[in-house]
């Protein structure tokens, strides 16, 4: 069975980085898209965006400044770095699958909550 | 960035029929929007009931369908039942990124 899984601080200071890992268990996380999603408190989604494990990045227009995502395979693993942050950005941050045709958001994580705060 | 709009409420009458609809400020959607739905419970993950406008994965309850309808994506429910009571959200893709709908809830009363 295949399980992602978000890691990283619940609790991170204003202007500080935001550093989230997303551990693929169960299946290789090569030759596919991953993107990072987040919903603040009783609010919509927000696309963040995704990186495919070539390289090939798409950012939210909105966030491109402040995001930087990198995938792992030798660990199996995609993170996400996001800048600058501000009570803006406190939200449950998911990771999916998020590929093509039936390989599109089949896989999501359980999402972890962080937290801006000082 | 485009705007995706949804209803922000609806209601249902178990065993009803309704249709949840996903608009873009860019103009008619189209299959070239790759329209996705998911469904939220509180507390949970989405889940991806339609990909690509129509397509279901294999946990898709057959009651649900998606498809085009007046220049906007849909989401048909067909025969509610009352586990059906969630937040459903659409997903659109603009070239390289995509936008999420602002989420319909979906009352099953």
């Known amino acids: 069975q295949v399980q992602l899984q978000e890691s990283g601080p619940g609790l991170v200071k204003p202007s500080e980085t935001l550093s989230l890992t997303c551990t693929v268990s169960?299946?290789?996380?090569?030759?596919?898209?991953w993107s990072w999603i987040r919903q603040p408190a009783g609010m919509g989604l927000e696309y963040i965006g995704r990186m495919h494990t070539t390289g090939s990045t798409n950012y939210n227009p909105s966030l491109k400044s402040r995001v930087t995502m990198s995938i792992n395979t030798s660990k199996n693993q995609f993170s996400l770095k996001l800048r600058s942050l501000t009570a803006a950005d406190t939200a449950v941050y998911y990771c999916a699958r998020d590929d093509y045709g039936d390989r599109s958001f089949d896989l999501w994580g359980r999402g972890t909550l962080v937290t801006v705060s000082s | 960035q485009a705007v995706v709009t949804q209803e922000p409420s609806l209601t249902v009458s178990p065993g009803g029929t309704v249709t949840l609809t996903c608009d873009s400020s860019?103009?008619?959607?189209?299959?070239?929007?790759?329209p996705y739905w998911f469904q939220q419970k509180p507390g949970q993950a989405p889940r991806t009931l339609i990909y690509?406008?129509?397509n279901k994965h294999s946990w898709t309850p057959a009651r649900f369908s998606g498809s085009l309808l007046g220049g906007k994506a849909a989401l048909t429910l067909s025969g509610a039942q009352p586990e059906d009571e969630a937040e459903y959200y659409c997903l659109l893709s603009y070239g390289g990124t995509r936008v999420f709908g602002g989420g319909t809830k979906l009352t099953v009363l």
């Open positions: 860019t103009g008619a959607v189209t299959s070239g929007h790759y």
């Open positions: 690509d406008t129509t």
């Open positions: 169960g299946a290789s996380i090569s030759s596919y898209y």
